[in-house]
């Protein structure tokens, strides 16, 4: 089954146009034309003639999310998502950012979307394995069955495999290139701190200048932040303008919360984030 | 006098050019392209657009360390941290950017109290100007045309460069060009009918059109100065704002900084670290107040700063077109569309 | 800049011996800020004390630090120097260079260098410190007991004459504990029972003392001076307020318990009171038991009350109280012998454990009074097994300490009512006590024959079927000996209630690898425990005998009052509070308190803390991803300092 | 000169912290390598205290704190033990030696574990060597 995108931008046009014209929501989460068609930008729908503008195409891949936190707590919001954007709508319900019933979920079962900078189709690297929203009240659109269904984490093998001195000397030269634009930051929908603890000067975490061993602090530190919360959209890694492959560590500490804890992020609303949480009976193993 | 080598000879040359300085060139990264200091001769690649990070890089580190103290001692023992300068060679910069140098020199040296770092290693630096590649399809994000500036304009080079197939052109246009080009081994002379190709190539580089519409300057402060109020237009075209770092690291003309001091175990840097008026903090007060809490607030002092108060203040406009803002925007937001959208506004308002 | 006044202690020669004390002070004074730096021989005696005071006033220092043993040892003296010397206690650093320096190590240098870092943290520690105001709290001047055994009787008495309100708590149906069980007191041999009962008693008639029987509770909540302790009234299915002790009922019930009381050695009936003297004297249905609970119908007893205080319906209800301190004093269990097989517990009749032979013994016991096998017949010889399971690396490292006490006593009992020979077989003889070593003397000369060696096995006799054979080693002959005997006495390890941990983690107790709830310091704050305001007594702590639980009582019943007597008590100022400019509201704070102290406040779009129930520990303070959670007095900051010293050399 | 690593421990006051005063009061010998921060519970301890350890030059860092179940603070170690696991799982796959980390629940009434733990792990550190990847170079 081919996706046709035309058909979800109509879907989405009709939907958010019903949603607007009603008063249900007051504004839609979606995506508009930007200076080309190969570079759709996020978009705010707020009356029924802005509906015109929104587009869908294999080049919306930015996580929408990510916007949701901007708007005051009770703002009744559309917000269309695909798959792995509809995680991160789950885990900021599950975090209390968000209302469930201040939401309507536009769910875009979609596969093949392309990096815009690269034309890289991502589904392998970052959908976390899934082609359709975990969380929606419309879809829009038939459900993506007979993709191939690959586990989100088969990209790690290689990393894993890695003895520890090539791990140091990969990530040091990944990690050595940021030049802490804080695109990553800024774009991941579970990072909605402000000031983020790197900006705090009291306690001062790490060095603000893009050398080394501030950048390993503000990326260590960040990994662990969203140890559990990670939703495996790949924002980071698309807007890092250094090209710094961070879904491959948030992947691999996504696999291993949830190896420990059996919980992977923003599945459902009823979860506990894994770190503000325990079980009694969690292994000490986890430790070893 | 133009002289030529070839792609193949390229390392020869850059050989040549670190015997006698620091060649800074374009390498090919694991990102994309970036201006280092040439370690390897190989090193230096040409077949490149632009560049991620601008050649400010080269006057403008990221990074720059003032001064080193001892955490305890009086402040008077500190000691000031002296750049190492040598005579540079900035090689393959394009033109849009060659002519960001020239704004950035407002304020690092024209204006205010000139700044030591950036003078020293701007007198230090010979720049080698390289034309686009005007056979390529524009670049969409790019809009330096627009802008006046030609894709392959010479003013500001002190060496001139353009590139047909494998054969490299140079041309002093400097005296300071004149001189090291003089004296640059393993260069040929150009033919005639090459130094014809070269002064042809150079004229056209107008005609090569990257956006339709042709800007001035103070027209467009003009109506950002009407607009500045305009709060649902900022907000309509911050929405999809990220506010992060990128546009203004990657752009040439932004020289915005922050002061650091880093200490460890008692022995500290003072260094300045570039900064972004996208960041929250950017305008954060130490008594808690922030100006700036808004992205709309933000993205319209970035922009209104780049065409208008740059303009009133300066003259010309804060920004060369290179387009890398847009390029590298994680959610494709596009200056120069807004400076569009900026005018229309203004229009529908007065309706 | 602060100016900080370094003092180091040499304790003795505790310190001194492996840490270059005055080389410390020299050292000292080379850290920033630092502006004076000393070395004395005691510093916690007055002189040392002193000392630190004049060097505040005369530098004028705003942080002392002192460098000598734990902080837990000593802080809250050094606190006090400073609060005298007007700073602000917290702007304090103690160095412990005695219990994790020089007590560790051998190596003088090792010890210096060690001992220069750990200092070296402290000073950029000390830098930060902020000085911190206590929170001053009303107190709640009631306090709870949980345990009527002698312990909590005791302490309850003690608080109640001091005219404070006291809810003593008991899990079984009747107060007395453990010693109601017993027939006589080792070594006065004054008769158990009756120098209890009138304890007893005067619970009961005590217009101050609240007696919860057949309670336990369920939930502890709040902090010292205002805690609010849940307590499940478990249904007794007779309604004490309306039975006027008659015992009609137990006459009549058909139904068959087990007596706890008798150590499970007779039957008592299904509605009972566990003995004759037990308060209070009103009876409950044990629900297992009852013919009606079983199988639906019976209600004889509801028939014969005239009282109509019968209720087959009574339910577990639940009230809270509010206390100021709470003396925890659940006393012991009796190791389960049955899992050493080698004794043959539970399967040979003729082997008996030391509570069982307390009721023996007993003249309100199952036999009377009479010592007679569970055949009926009396023994001829009787052997009596110390240590078992105690003393013994594969079950219970500890000593007992009063089961060769109890064995002579037994030995003794023996001696009078039967004809038999009582043979001991001991490890060691322990008998340090008032009158103890006399008392021993005393039974070895009664003919008591004493075998130095540990009972290895207990076995059925090969010639007679019907006696048994213990089997030991001799260690003074150093021979092997097997004994024939009819009775086996085991004395087993004295061990934690089988709910201790769940008591434990009721009120935040620490416990040891054998369960018993730690003090606050083994020597010096016996009776206090890690968590403030809950203070322990009797056998709970430690295997110890009367008179030591009834000291231990009196102690614990001061120690609760030291904070009941007082209006209002001031509390650590360590706690955690939210910049409310850093908070992102992602609310991890409010989702992890095990206190319920965060919580988000809707208005102003931020997490705040309520720091009355706030308890410092700092949890949410590291899961603040954006740091906005500072914990008063480790903040990241101060933590970060002493980090960045300690490993700066 | 012989490799004298530099081991931070960071301990909780209710176990470890004390278990580690026990040790010394029973004069269990240890070697001296370890310096110990005191913290009030195991679940104070922010992941980039760790980060910061070896950044600052610690050879080695040792968490302790009370046994899971026993815990002070009735569940901080629960929590406790969930973060540093990912923590461990983040210095691992960033390349960093994953012995030069442990977390150890030690109690007050363990002196004898303190001192065995820090024995043991000082000769690990020993054995792994100067920790030189996170260590920022002055």
Known sequence: MAISFEQIEQHLKTEALKLLESGKVILVLAYGRGYDANHPMPYVAKHPSDVDNIVFNEYCTANLARYLTRYPRRTKIAIAVKAADSRAVVQLIQEDKVCREDLVVLGIPVYGMKNFKTGEVIDSKTTGGLYNPVLYDILLGEEVHGQPVSSPYDVLAAYEAMDKEERWAFWQRELGRCIRCYACRKACPMCYCDPCFIDQNKPKWGEKSPESPGNLMYHLTRFHHLAGRCIDCGECSRACPVDIPLYLFHKKVAKDCEEMFGQAAGMSIGDKPVLVNFRVDDSDKILE | ?351 | ?649 | ?138
């Open chain 4, 1 to 138: 000169m012989s490799f004298e690593p530099k081991i931070l421990g960071i301990a909780c006051n209710w176990c470890t912290y004390t278990g580690a005063d026990l040790a010394g009061t029973t004069r269990l010998q240890y070697p001296q390598n370890i310096r110990v921060v005191r913290v009030m519970c195991s679940s104070r301890i922010n992941p980039s205290f760790i980060f910061r350890a070896f950044q600052l030059g610690a050879d080695g860092v040792l968490i302790g704190g009370c046994h899971p179940g026993d815990c002070h603070y009735n569940t901080g170690n629960l929590y406790a033990r969930r973060r540093l696991a990912v923590t461990k799982k983040i210095l691992e796959f960033s390349g960093m030696e994953p012995g030069r980390f442990r977390v150890e629940w030690i109690s007050a009434s363990e002196g004898n574990r303190f001192a065995e733990v820090v024995r043991e792990f000082t000769e690990q550190i020993r054995d792994l060597g100067p920790q030189t990847k996170f260590k920022i170079s002055q």
């Open chain 2, 1 to 351: 006098m133009l002289k030529k080598t070839t792609i193949d000879k390229l390392p020869e040359l850059a050989a040549c050019l670190m015997e006698k300085g620091t060649l800074v060139a374009p390498v090919k990264e694991a990102g994309g392209f970036n201006f280092r200091a040439i370690t390897d001769a190989a090193q230096v690649d040409l077949i490149f657009h632009n560049t991620i990070l601008s050649p400010k890089t080269v006057f403008f580190p990221q990074t720059e360390d003032f001064v080193r103290y001892s955490v305890y001692q009086p402040i008077l023992e500190a000691k000031p941290v002296e750049p190492e300068i040598r005579p540079t060679f900035l090689f393959g910069v394009r033109p849009c950017d060659v002519k960001s140098f020239e704004i950035m020199d407002i304020h690092f040296t024209r204006t205010g109290v000139p700044d030591p770092y950036w003078r020293k290693r701007r007198d230090a630096t010979i720049i080698f100007g390289f034309a686009f590649d005007t056979s390529e399809e524009a670049d969409p994000a790019e809009f330096y045309h627009t802008l006046g500036i030609g894709a392959a304009d010479p003013d500001g080079s002190d060496v001139f460069m353009l590139r047909r197939d494998d054969v490299l052109f140079l041309k002093a246009v400097s005296p300071r060009g004149e001189n090291l080009l003089g004296g640059l081994a393993g260069l040929t002379d150009a033919a005639p009918d090459e130094r014809k190709y070269f002064d042809d190539y150079i004229a056209q580089g107008h005609d090569y059109k990257t956006r339709y519409t042709c800007v001035d300057a103070e027209a467009i402060a003009k109506e950002f100065e009407a607009i500045f109020h305009n709060t649902d237009f900022w907000t309509k075209v911050s929405n999809a704002c990220l506010s992060c770092g990128i546009c203004t690291f990657v752009c040439p003309t932004c020289y915005c900084f922050d002061i650091c001091d880093e200490t460890q175990f008692g022995q500290g840097v003072r260094r300045r670290v570039w900064d972004a008026c996208m960041f929250t903090d950017f305008t954060l007060e130490a008594s808690g107040h922030n100006p700036r809490t808004q992205v709309y607030q933000r993205l319209r002092q970035k922009i209104c700063h780049k065409y208008s108060f740059h303009i009133r203040k300066y003259g010309p406009i804060s920004c060369v077109g290179c387009g890398r803002c847009t390029r590298y925007c994680p959610v494709n937001i596009d200056i120069f569309s807004i400076v569009e959208q900026a005018v229309q506004a203004k229009w529908y308002k007065r309706m």
């Open chain 3, 1 to 649: 800049m602060s100016r900080i006044g370094v003092f180091v202690c040499h304790c003795g020669l505790n310190i001194a011996k492996t840490v270059r004390v005055s080389e410390l002070a020299e050292f000292a004074a080379t850290l920033p800020d630092v502006v004076v730096a000393k070395d004395y021989k005691f510093m916690c005696s007055t002189p040392g004390q002193e000392m630190i005071a004049n060097d505040i006033k005369e530098h004028r220092l705003d942080r002392v630090i002192v460098t000598a043993c734990s902080p837990l040892m000593h802080e809250q003296t050094f606190r006090k120097v400073l609060a005298a010397s007007g700073l602000n206690q917290y702007l304090l650093s103690i160095v412990n260079i005695r219990e994790q320096v020089s007590w560790v190590t051998h190596d003088i240098d090792e010890g210096t260098a060690k001992a220069k870092a750990l200092l070296n943290g402290a000073v950029r520690r000390a830098r930060l410190l902020a000085p911190l105001t206590s929170r001053v709290i009303d107190v709640n001047s009631d306090v709870l007991v949980v345990g009527g055994g002698i312990a909590g009787i005791q302490a309850a008495l003690e608080l109640a004459n001091t005219g404070k309100k006291v809810y003593l708590v008991e899990k079984n149906s009747t107060i007395g504990g453990h010693m109601a069980q017993f027939d006589k007191t080792f070594p006065t041999l004054d008769c158990s029972a009756c120098i209890l009962t009138p304890k007893m008693d005067s619970v009961l008639q005590h217009k101050n003392i609240q007696l919860m029987t057949s309670c336990e509770v369920s939930e502890v909540k709040g902090f010292v001076g205002n805690f609010d302790i849940t307590i499940r009234q478990k249904a007794r299915y007779v309604d004490h307020t309306k039975c006027n002790a008659c015992l009609a009922c137990t006459e009549k019930c058909p139904g068959k318990g087990v007596s706890e009381w008798d150590e499970g050695l007779v039957k008592r009936k299904a509605i009972y009171i566990p003995f004759p003297q037990a308060v209070p004297q009103k009876p409950v249905i044990d629900r297992d038991a009852c013919t009606f609970f079983k199988k639906g119908k019976c209600r004889l007893c509801e028939k014969v009350c005239e009282q109509k205080a019968i209720d087959f319906e009574q339910q577990d209800t639940f009230t809270t109280v509010k206390v100021g301190a709470v003396i925890v004093a659940t006393g012991y269990d009796l190791m389960d012998t049955r899992s050493l097989i080698q004794y043959g517990y539970g399967k040979y009749p003729g082997v008996y454990n030391a509570l069982e032979v307390e009721r023996l013994f007993n003249s309100a016991g199952p036999t009377g009074g009479k010592v007679t096998l569970r055949d009926g017949k009396e023994p001829q010889a009787i052997a009596i097994l110390h240590c078992i399971g105690s003393r013994d690396k594969n079950n219970y490292e500890h000593c007992s300490r009063v089961c060769c006490m109890y064995s002579l006593k037994f030995a003794h009992l023996f001696k009078e009512k039967t004809s038999a020979d009582v043979y001991q077989f001991y490890i060691d003889m322990r008998a340090a006590g008032k009158g103890y070593e006399e008392f021993y003397n005393r039974i070895i000369e009664e003919d008591v024959k004493f075998i130095r060696g540990k009972g290895a096995r207990v076995a059925q006799s090969a010639d007679e079927p019907d006696r048994l054979v213990v089997e030991a080693e001799d260690t003074i002959t150093g021979k092997f000996i097997k004994l024939p005997v009819d009775m086996v006495v085991l004395s087993p390890a004295i061990i934690p209630r089988g709910d201790a941990k769940d008591v434990a983690r009721l009120f935040n107790l620490s416990t040891d690898k054998y369960g018993f709830f730690m003090e606050r310091h083994p020597k010096l704050a016996p009776l206090s425990t890690m968590s403030e305001g809950v203070f322990i007594a009797g056998v709970c702590q430690s295997p110890k005998d009367i008179p030591d639980t009834v000291a231990q009582a009196y102690g614990a019943a001061a120690e609760a009052l030291t904070i009941v007597v007082k209006d209002k008590l001031e509390l650590e100022a360590t706690t955690a509070m939210v910049n409310p400019a850093s908070c992102c509201a992602c609310q991890n704070c409010v989702r992890v308190c095990p206190y319920g102290a965060p919580f988000f406040n809707e208005t102003k779009g931020v997490s705040e803390i309520n720091e009355a129930l706030c308890k410092g520990c700092g949890l949410c303070a590291s899961v603040c991803p954006p740091s906005a959670i500072i914990a008063r007095h480790f903040t990241n900051d101060q933590v970060l300092a002493e980090m960045e010293g300690l490993l700066e050399f």
